[in-house]
């Protein structure tokens, strides 16, 4: 999972960057080398923990998530600029980094200005790709759904109204997943405060305009959790219980993008490997076998499942399976969180 930090200048999205990366990536205004930062994180499971400890495997693989912090445009623009909006298209969902903290050196903040701006700049930049496609097509035969389709989202987008809120099914969204529609992608508000608002409810006004817009929100103070994530964890933890957290940035904003794409794992173990791989809730066993290898997936016989609240208790898939907890399943079966999943296939 590829997740882009974005936002306008003095957002502090690279602060958001290096908290939850650990990176060192130059912040503040008008630091901006015109380049992305890359990083990536292991996603923390108990359940992964506590199977590594259970097989003592050669090798313990936790789920990733890649962040992309784009660069600023020149000067304090509140557009985005062409070559961000191209490298937008690129991820699987969008963190909007939205100033609500007080700086000096800046005008005082303005969240819902901030969100209605970027969502217009997500609009124009959609409504671009939709109206050149749809001129194509008027000069095209053959092609009456996707022109249907296409008339149907100039007309939302012209509206002001996201292509996520469009309620497209299944096959529309696959045949639109090619032109990484900005307003398609599942977007989290990552609302950077005061470190005294940190653990505060969000202003009513600025959770009213959230909720209009169906959009999760993670409050973060971005300095501060930039900072705290230095430190050792012990003494992380302290810090964060004296700001009133309970979990820390990172934690938070895991749990949130996971959420947001609804996102889950099963895990696989055994001595040479425990491992939690990353799939989308209500997918099959088959297409879980492909997440592994396509082999698998061509070959699949079917899946040995057990839950994995079964398989730590009982300490063994052998006692899981005298005791009746090991089932077999085909590749209809909807893989459940927390399976782990061993696969027969031949090829």
Not at 152 to 177: S, V, Y
Not at 249 to 255: E, G, H, L, T, W
């Amino acid at each position: 999972m590829k997740i882009g930090i974005a936002g306008f200048p003095g957002s502090g999205k690279t602060t958001i960057f290096n908290a939850l990366t650990g990176q060192h990536a130059d912040v503040g205004l008008g630091t901006s080398s015109g380049k992305s930062n890359l990083g990536m994180i292991k996603v923390p499971d108990a359940r992964v923990d506590a199977l590594s400890e259970l097989f003592s495997p050669r090798k313990t693989t936790y789920a990733e998530i890649a962040f992309v912090d784009f660069p600023d445009p020149p000067g304090e623009s509140t557009r985005l600029d062409e070559k961000v909006i191209t490298q937008m298209r690129e991820v699987d969902a969008l963190a909007h980094a939205v100033r609500a903290f007080d700086d000096p050196a800046q005008p005082a903040p303005d969240p819902l200005r901030d969100l209605e701006s970027f969502r217009t700049e997500l609009v124009i930049a959609d409504l671009a790709i939709v109206e050149r496609r749809c001129e194509r097509l008027a000069k095209e035969k053959g092609k009456e759904r996707e022109r249907e389709l296409m008339e149907r989202i100039r007309k939302a987008l012209d509206a002001g109204q996201e292509i996520r809120r469009l309620g497209c099914g299944e096959e529309d969204e696959a045949a639109l997943a090619g032109y990484g529609f900005l307003t398609q992608k599942p977007r989290l508000v990552v609302l950077n405060v005061n470190e005294s608002r940190v653990a505060a409810p969000v202003e009513p006004a600025i959770a009213d305009a959230l909720a209009q817009d169906d959009l999760q929100v993670v409050v973060v103070s971005g300095k501060v959790e930039m900072e705290l994530a230095d430190l050792d964890p012990a003494d992380r933890r302290q810090f964060e219980a004296d700001l009133g957290l309970e979990e820390s940035a990172r934690d938070r904003f895991v749990q949130a993008s996971y959420r947001l794409m609804r996102l889950m794992s099963f895990l696989t173990a055994g001595e040479d490997e425990v491992r939690a791989w990353t799939i989308r809730r209500g997918e099959s066993a088959l297409r879980a076998a492909g997440k592994i290898h396509s082999d698998i997936a061509r070959g699949f016989i079917r899946a040995e499942v057990i839950p994995y609240a079964d398989l730590v208790e009982l300490g063994s898939e052998a006692k899981c399976r005298a005791a009746g907890k090991l089932r077999l399943e085909g590749k209809d079966y909807v893989v459940a969180d927390g399976d782990v999943v061993h696969f027969r296939f031949n090829v």
